[in-house]
């Protein structure tokens, strides 16, 4: 995926306008994603209706506050705006963890081209290997929201990552390589704990669980045997004493 913008500088839209320019930092940011190419233009009313759906539907998959880890997606603004005021005007109120191309980049036009763009707003969707999975996802979007993502995960078979731990893009954590190992098992681990408690209450034995609790409960008779009775030695040397 990486490939399509070698050698070009993407644009992460946030408030300093941090240019991503090193092929590995490109890879980080694209590896094993599913790409969304958004052409668009400010002055296009159809795109000015369409960006908050697009804007939500991307935070709603990506922001941390919706969900437990951001979904393996990433969005390149691929402006077809006449002016470079127009493309930062319509980028203002958009996602930070978006990514644009500079305006004076003719690569914005020769995308066009080379997806067969006819119409904006478009959404082209690419697999991580750079393969189209959908030509144009305008529609779907507005019809399912961020359902979409899941059928799009499934048809490109993308390699899930939810085994591992969220990650921060500008300061990514650094992780032994069995980790990911050791994460699956403690979550088979898990539901084998969950699978099992359930079994109790399953079979139609209520008493199941109160009966696990008082096999494990010592008898008064063993406790005596295998302990000291503090309290009847204490009961019979008041004796003595009275």
Same mark, same amino acid.
């Given at each position: 995926m990486?490939?399509?913008?070698?050698? !070009?500088i993407?644009?992460?839209n946030?408030s300093?306008?941090?240019e991503?320019?090193?092929?590995?930092?490109l890879?980080?940011? #694209?590896e094993?994603?599913l790409?969304l190419l %958004?052409?668009g233009?400010?002055?296009?009313p159809?795109c000015?209706?369409?960006?908050?759906?697009?804007k939500d %539907?991307?935070? !709603? #998959?990506?922001d @941390?506050?919706?969900?437990l880890?951001?979904?393996?997606?990433a969005?390149?603004y691929?402006?077809q705006d006449p002016?470079e005021?127009?493309?930062?005007l %319509?980028?203002?109120?958009?996602p @930070?963890k978006w990514?644009f191309?500079?305006?004076?980049?003719?690569?914005?036009?020769?995308l066009?081209?080379q997806?067969s763009? !006819?119409?904006?707003p478009?959404?082209?969707v690419?697999?991580?290997?750079?393969d189209v999975l959908?030509?144009?996802?305008?529609?779907?979007i507005?019809r399912?929201?961020?359902?979409?993502?899941?059928?799009w995960?499934e048809?490109a078979?993308? #390699?899930d990552?939810s085994?591992l731990?969220?990650?921060?893009?500008? @300061?990514?954590?650094?992780?032994?390589?069995?980790?990911p190992?050791?994460?699956?098992k403690?979550?088979?681990d898990r539901d084998?704990?969950r699978?099992?408690?359930?079994?109790?209450?399953?079979?139609?034995d209520p008493?199941?669980?109160?009966g696990?609790v008082r096999?494990n409960?010592?008898?008064?008779a063993?406790t005596?045997?295998?302990?000291?009775? %503090?309290?009847?030695q204490e009961?019979?040397?008041m004796? @003595?004493?009275?």
């Open positions: 990486a490939s399509l913008f070698s050698g !070009r993407l644009i992460r946030n300093d306008q941090d991503v320019e090193t092929e590995a930092e890879s980080r940011r #694209l094993n994603r790409v %958004f052409f233009a400010g002055a296009c159809q000015q209706a369409f960006a908050p759906v697009l %539907f991307f935070v !709603r #998959l990506t @941390e506050f919706y969900v880890r951001a979904a393996q997606l969005l390149i691929v402006s002016t005021e127009q493309q930062d %319509f980028l203002r109120d958009m @930070e990514l191309l500079p305006f004076h980049d003719d690569l914005r036009r020769d066009g081209r997806f763009v !006819r119409r904006l478009a959404v082209v690419l697999k991580p290997g750079g959908t030509s144009d996802a305008t529609d779907e507005q399912l929201g961020p359902a979409c993502f899941a059928n995960q048809a078979e993308l #390699l990552r085994f731990q969220p990650e921060d893009l500008d @300061e990514p954590v650094r992780r032994s390589i069995t980790e190992l050791r994460r699956r403690y979550r088979v084998a704990g699978g099992r408690g359930r079994s109790c209450h399953d079979s139609g008493q199941g669980m109160q696990m096999a409960e010592p008898s008064s063993s005596r045997a295998g302990k000291p009775d %503090f309290l009847g009961s019979d040397k004796k @003595e004493e009275g």
